[in-house]
Each structure stands twice: as C-alpha cells, then as structure tokens.
C-alpha cells in the first residue's frame, strides 16, 4: 500500500531556533510504502533517480535490509535532499570518547550473574547533558559486527542536542521516554514521543533530540541484524493488540541554509566517531518508500486476557518482535503491562512465578506493577536472565490469598510496565552492576514465602459449592 502527502514548505521548514514542533502531521501505517513531499512537484515520476531531480534536489536511497532480501521483508527509501549526506568531512573518534556504549558484548566488557537484579530510577545529572552525552548500556547480548544481538540502553538527559545529529549504524533503536517528552528531527520529518508512547528510528537515520519538557528519563532497546515486525495474531483473527492503523510516520519537511561546523555523531560498533559539515542532514524536501522512522501511543493497545481461569501469558501483550529464523523464537520482543480488566475465577490473577528459557527486562513507564506491592517504581528496571527463577513478591501473594476466591472482577488502573524478553542470553556491563541505584535488597522481597504446605484435606469453600474434582476423588476413595 503506497500513502502519499503533501505540504507547503512554507509551513514545514523549521525555524532557526531548531526547535519549531507546532505543526506536526503524520501519515499512519505499518509496513506501509510512503510517498511525501514538502513542496508540490518534489518527488521525481516515474522513476527513482532521474538525470535532474525537481529543484536541483540530489537522489540518494537508504536500504534498510540487502538489495535482495524477499520482497515482503525489503525495506529502503529514497531521500531527495539539497545536499547528499556524503558531503562531510572524514569522520574521527569523538573526544572525549563516551565509554559506556557497547556493541559487542564478552568477557572483556561485561559480566554474566543468574542473580535477580533490579535498579531504582536513575537521577537526571544536574551539569548540561543532552541525548547522545546521556545515553548508555545497561546489558546485551550479541554482536553489531556479525549482525545478530541486541542492547538495552537507558538515557537521562536535560538539554536539547545542540548543533549536531545523531547516527546509528548498529542497529534499530526502540526508544520508551518515562519521562518528559521527546522532540525527534529526523530525515523523514519530526516526530513527538511522550511518555506513554514510543518511537522506533531504524539503523542508519539521522536524527535530534530536542527536550521541550526539560529533564528527560527513558528506556532503549537496540537490535542488531534485523527489524520490528507485528507479531502473527494466529488463533486471535485479525483484529487485536497493535493495530497497523495506528503506527504513525512523519511527513516531508526540511531545513536549508548554511549550517557551520554542524557534527555529525555516529555510533558504529559501539563508538562514537565525528564528522563536521556545513548544512543540516535534515535537508530531505522529498521521499517515498517503507523504510522510515515511526511512533505508536501504548494507550491505543488492545489487550486480550484470560476470561475464565488461569493467568495468560505475557506474549499475548505483545506489540511489536524482532523475530530469529527459528519459528516462534524472538531475538527481541517488545511487551506491555496496560490498564485491563482481571476476571479470572478460582485464579491466582497476579503473574505466575516462572523460570523462563528467556532473559526479560522490565521497565515501568507510570503507576505500580501488579506483581511488585513496593519496590519496582517508575524510571526503574529489573532483570530476570534465562531461568532465573522469579514472581510476585511476598506482599502481593499474601494479599491475593487474603482476599481469595471471592473476589469479583477488578480494573488495573493507571499503569503502564512493559517487558523487553530475547532469546539470547544477556551480559551486564561493569557500571550497571556497580550503580549505585542498584536494589541490594531486591532479593528479599521472596525471602518472606512462606510454606502454606498441609497434609489436611479440605473442602473447597470458595464458593460454598463441590467443584466436579472433588467429586470425582470423593467417589474414588470411597
């Protein structure tokens, strides 16, 4: 499906502050093939790279995957821009160089441990620090280099980026703000990301961030090798979870005009490397293709769950997946925690205490989590890596038992918690594990389990009512 727009550039080139976001227009899709122009006539017909573009503007695609990778999963884009992003001096290491950015995680930047681990909210830093200065690795698995893995990052920030653009040449960014918003210029257009929503800015994108809510806190998961997919809604039907529809890109807008010793930043196995240009990288008056940044509202979710007993899995909260070559099995998926109803019957509705041959982090955006009473707050994380054995804490399994079988449908409200869970095994790097947020005493919120275990046999009371079960072993031992 091909979507077009069409904008004056009048309205759409950005004022000289950098930061005009007051007339944002998107386009809405999932895998969509795009077409947008700033200025009517910009696109090229008929043909991708003509001999002379419209305006004088220069021809230069973007290939997100190999020229040759099916056509269902081809993803790239052309970009008709007033200066070629080539146009730049060589790139050099960044000085200072960043340090805690890691693409490539082994034993000689980052450690293994199958304990519980848990962080509570980082401080934003107080001394100027914008998006790329705030940026770093909290653990991963896998290589940029081979192209198979994944990073997850966190970033506390409090000032726009200034003059320069950030590049990606690792991977996919999936970008989670906690808090404050976002305001993203990319080569596509400009995107806002508030807490509550999420952005994804492919490998290879140049883009600012610039902070209009002050001091910001969010979460990042990296991929190496592939991209997000919908997940296959299978038995559901198809309808359900994230909606195509809502999945939103932005439309053709551009900057011209000289631009001195603006600073390219580019991450490229891990490390920062600079390059100066005189101009904008946000000089795109045109483009068409599928291959594009894009946000989704978390709010627009729907949520299936379990409506007679027992507790769903948490796939089925799925909104978007990094899928590996093996059927089912996901390199990352993205899951979220959202306000839903709980109706199960004779069910112990908080999740289940679980050992999983998968390795999940969680964050929590806003409110509480349903499985952690205290403890686990919003701009925290957690880590349970591959078979790490984990569940409710002690305060919330004593309550749910207290209020037992009788309890009748209830709304979780006000929270939003999401899960970042991968098939690979994750490393943690050094500053992580020594942070001094890290929860020391996350541990003991199971140390309290006690043992329920009884020999007596007891009716089942919940409902003043043998259930068939009963029945059937009264019969049996009689």
Known sequence: MEKKSQHQSSSLIRKTDGEDFSDLNYESGFGNSFSSEAIDGALPRGQNSPLVCPFGLYAEQISGTSFTSPRKLNQRSWLYRIKPSATHEPFKPRVPAHGKLVSEFDKSNSYTTPTQLRWKPVDIPDSPTDFIDGLYTICGAGSSFLRHGYAIHMYTANKSMDNCAFCNADGDFLVVPQKGRLWIATECGKLEVSPGEIAVLPQGFRFAVSLPDG?????????????????????????????????????????????????????????????????????????HGNYVPYKYDLSKFCPFNTVLVDHG????????????????????????????????????????????????????????????????????????????????????????????SKAGPYKITD????????????????????????????????????????????????????????????????
């Open 215 to 287: 001091p910001s806190r969010g979460y990042i998961a990296e991929i190496f090798g592939t991209h997000f997919q919908l997940p296959d809604l299978g038995p559901i039907g198809a309808n359900g979870l994230a909606a195509p529809r809502d999945f939103l890109v932005p439309t053709a807008w551009f900057e011209e005009g000289s631009r001195l010793g603006y600073t390219i930043v580019q991450k490229f196995g891990g490390e920062l490397f600079t390059a100066r240009q005189d101009f904008s990288p946000f000089n795109v008056v045109a483009w």
């Open 313 to 404: 899995d948490p796939s089925i909260n799925t909104v978007l997946t990094a899928p590996t070559d093996k059927p089912g099995v996901a390199l990352l998926d993205f899951v979220i925690f959202p306000p839903r109803w709980l109706v199960a019957e004779h069910t112990f509705r908080p999740p289940y205490y679980h050992r999983n041959c998968m390795s999940e982090f969680m964050g929590l955006i806003r409110g509480g989590y349903e499985a952690k009473a205290d403890g686990f707050l919003p701009g925290g994380a957690s880590l349970h890596s591959c078979m790490t054995p984990h569940g409710p804490d002690t305060k919330t399994y004593e309550a749910t038992i207290a209020r037992g």
């Open 415 to 478: 929270t939003m918690a999401f899960m970042f869970e991968s098939c690979l095994i994750p490393r943690i790097c050094p500053w992580a594990l020594e942070s001094p947020f890290m929860d020391h005493d996350y541990y003991q919120c199971w140390i309290g389990l006690r043992s329920h275990f009884s020999y007596e046999e007891a009716d089942n009371e919940s409902d003043g009512e043998l259930t068939m079960w009963d029945m059937e072993q009264r019969i049996l031992c009689a």
